[in-house]
């Protein structure tokens, strides 16, 4: 095609056609810079079809950790309640003046101690997204700004389990060491199954807790303890409703087309 041009051009100069060669020329360009906008454009499509398959790996990966975080969290919320409800029943006893029944006493002290679930969250995926700049690549604007809030909502969401766990296990177990019998517990049952435990007998003292857990200083205790859960608790409808509505956002982009 170039031998072609550069032959038409040489014969118009041999006839000394300049006004026709002029405007040849200029189409000539004009063909040139069409075809440069053309390839520019062909490039231009390419790179964003390759953006929006990114985008769309990205996306499915977020709505595989985002659905499973929604689970853990929904199961911890729920062991957290049952160790909730276990300590606000504690708080009732206390003011009670009923004859306390040390088995039933027990019960719920264990599940204070024993019940609640350690929340997992999946990182990866939106660590990898934002540690890379991959967020630039999502277009939805709405669910850019909601994926940038997920520091926040996590790191919010832990320290209000560090809060619990630091009280519950530097404060609250040791105070009952003189008030029950923790012997009398269930053994947790978190354990890898294939390690075989001694069985623990149940204990052989007596206690009166009539006497050990009807007093001002443990019902602060249990109520301040009562109380870290119900901000655990209310922390992990937050980061779930961030969650959900994220999850959301995030499956009304994919476009299992584009994959």
């Not at 209000?160 to 630091?166: A, E, F, K, L, S």
């Not at 007596?206 to 209310?234: C, G, H, P, S, W």
Request: aromatic share 12%.
């Amino acid at each position: 095609m170039i031998k072609l041009f550069r032959k038409i051009r040489q014969k118009m100069l041999t006839e000394n056609n300049f006004s026709k060669y002029l405007i040849y020329a200029i189409g000539e360009i004009i063909l040139v810079v069409i075809g440069i906008l053309i390839a520019l454009q062909i490039n231009n499509w390419n790179e964003y079809r390759k953006d929006r398959i990114r985008e769309q790996a990205i996306l499915k990966n977020l709505q595989i950790d985002f659905q499973t975080n929604i689970k853990n969290v929904n199961d911890a919320s729920s062991n957290f309640m049952v160790a909730y409800e276990a300590s606000a029943n504690l708080l009732e006893i206390i003011m009670a003046d009923d004859i306390i029944n040390g088995s039933e006493i027990e019960q719920l002290i264990d599940n204070i101690i024993n019940k609640t679930k350690s929340l997992d969250i999946i990182t990866g995926s939106i660590d990898e997204m934002l540690n890379t700049g991959s967020i630039n690549l999502i277009k939805d604007d709405n669910l850019r700004k909601q994926l940038l809030n997920w520091s926040y909502y996590q790191s919010d969401t832990e320290d209000d389990i560090v809060i619990y766990r630091d009280y519950l296990f530097d404060f609250f177990v040791p105070s009952l060491t003189n008030k029950a019998l923790l012997r009398n517990m269930e053994v947790p049952d978190f354990f890898e199954k294939d390690i075989y435990f001694k069985n623990i007998a149940k204990s052989n003292f007596t206690i009166d807790y009539n006497k050990t857990i009807r007093t001002v200083e443990f019902e602060n205790e249990v109520y301040n303890n009562t109380l870290n859960y119900m901000y655990a608790i209310d922390s992990y409808k937050v980061f779930n409703d961030y969650l959900s509505e994220t999850l959301k956002l995030i499956e009304s982009n994919i476009d299992d087309k584009i994959l």
